[in-house]
């Protein structure tokens, strides 16, 4: 796997930083994130580092879909698929990424 120094979400998925993981593959991790900006927020981080969405090439739309089914079972694991959510990447610092390891966000619960 290809991991890269100095990258906190790679330290999380290699156990050097101790986390739960609410679900993982042999693409996948899945983690609740640090500082929540909704009742339900949850990472869905690819086990390889790849910095973006701007960073994706051709052989990733398994990835990525990967990512989205996977994004689907977590809503219904943390109980609001039912009530909605939201799925949104932040790219590049203009968009809001403060973490340059591509994770798709998940989050809801408000009803
Ligand atoms: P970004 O702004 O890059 O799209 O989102 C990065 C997210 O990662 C932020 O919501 C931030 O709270 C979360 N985060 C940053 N560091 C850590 C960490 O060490 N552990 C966890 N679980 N989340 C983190
Ligand atoms: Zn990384």
Redesign the pocket.
């Known amino acids: 796997m290809e991991h890269s120094e100095n990258c906190?979400f790679c330290k999380?998925i290699s156990g050097d930083?101790a986390?739960e993981f609410l679900f993982q593959d042999e693409a996948l991790v899945a983690?609740?994130?640090?500082?929540p900006?909704a009742p339900v927020?949850v990472?869905i981080v690819p086990k390889k580092h790849v910095r973006s969405i701007n960073d994706l090439t051709a052989g990733d739309e398994a990835l990525i879909s990967r990512m989205i089914m996977a994004a689907k079972d977590l809503a219904k694991q943390t109980g609001v698929n039912k009530s909605g959510y939201r799925l949104f990447?932040?790219v590049e610092k203009g968009g809001?990424?403060?973490?340059?390891h591509l994770?798709l966000?998940l989050i809801g619960g408000w009803v």
Do not use: A, M, R, V
């Open positions: 906190i999380i930083i986390s983690f609740k994130d640090i500082k900006i927020h990472l990447f932040n809001g990424q403060e973490i340059f994770h966000h």
